[in-house]
């Protein structure tokens, strides 16, 4: 179903169409951006009180239709030594994982906004790349049985792809792959006019955020969480604490100043041990995040979710 969120995004995004910049947008790409971002910080599934402004650069930037001047080459495995502990992480979830149960990965998210409010949403995601949401257990049930399936699990399963190649592969490759994994097939990167709206965005920046809906989505594949980690070790600008969140022994990621240019931060939790995610919040540095969400990750069948056991 399309939120007002998005139909705002899509109604402004047609008329920014209108303009006719030298190199046609793709409004279709950005659509699907919008709506993958509403996972996280920006008009999160039925939030009120949208960011709208910030959404539109967000969903811009992530559709390739950005500026990458200034993209730097990908990092290598010693320049990463200051995150070595996500590489060894990452070496360590390939070594010892077990083969996977289930054929999807289900992700229970709770949402708290410091406007007020929760929600709780359910997200599914197959291993055939096919992705449900549900607002209730038997809101996803009825999805999965009637497949009714979500837009834009493609570009999830772009994105898992890369992080499994990012295991073995050229991070360099792997970088570059993960920075433009959510563009549809065949979209390049693209200038706009910067009269209009001005978005210089950076590779490490793109990373971050593909890397943090990769894990947020299939982090129940340990190949995936152990890919985005590779990957997410080559970011100079991420701090990374180790601590313990909920009695769990975990690792904080951070994205603030050095990632963003609009006093943005982003926090990412996962388990020390797994790799698995264990809450994320976003919102203006310095301030209580405007959003805040924990992680429930589980593998599943789709059989068991169509039969409503969850």
Not at 169 to 184: C, F, I, N, T
Request: hydrophobic letters at 40%; proline letters at 4%; a neutral charge.
């Amino acid at each position: 179903m399309t939120t007002r969120a998005e139909a705002r995004l899509s109604e402004a995004l047609r008329d920014l169409a209108d303009v006719r910049p030298p190199h046609a947008i793709d409004v279709v790409a950005i659509e699907d951006a919008g709506r993958r971002l509403q996972r996280r910080t920006m008009a999160i599934r039925g939030t009120a009180g949208v960011a709208f402004s910030a959404l539109l650069v967000a969903a811009l930037a992530l559709s390739g239709v950005i500026n990458l001047g200034g993209a730097r080459r990908g990092t290598s495995d010693a320049q990463a030594g200051a995150h070595g502990q996500l590489a060894v992480l990452a070496a360590y979830i390939q070594r010892h994982a077990a083969a996977p149960t289930g054929d999807a990965t289900l992700v229970v998210r709770t949402q708290s906004y410091a406007s007020g409010g929760s929600n709780v949403g359910y997200d599914l995601y197959a291993d055939d790349g096919t992705e449900y949401y549900g607002i209730s257990p038997s809101n996803l049930t009825q999805g999965v049985a009637t497949h009714q399936s979500e837009a834009g699990a493609s570009a999830v399963s772009r994105e898992a792809v890369v992080a499994v190649y990012a295991l073995t592969g050229d991070l360099s490759v792997a970088r570059e792959r993960m920075a433009h994994a959510a563009l549809q097939p065949g979209i390049t990167p693209k200038v706009i006019y910067p009269s209009r709206i001005s978005v210089t965005d950076t590779v490490d920046n793109l990373i971050w955020e593909n890397c943090l809906d990769t894990l947020t989505i299939d982090g129940g594949t340990a190949q995936v969480r152990a890919g985005v980690l590779r990957l997410l070790a080559t970011l100079p600008e991420v701090s990374v604490v180790r601590g313990s969140t909920s009695g769990q022994p975990s690792l904080t990621l951070s994205a603030g100043s050095a990632m963003f240019s609009n006093g943005q931060m982003e926090t990412l939790v996962i388990n020390a041990n797994t790799g698995v995610p264990i809450g994320f919040s976003g919102g203006t540095s310095g301030h209580v995040p405007d959003v805040t969400i924990s992680y429930q990750v589980s593998r599943v069948s789709l059989a068991q979710v169509a039969a409503g056991r969850l």
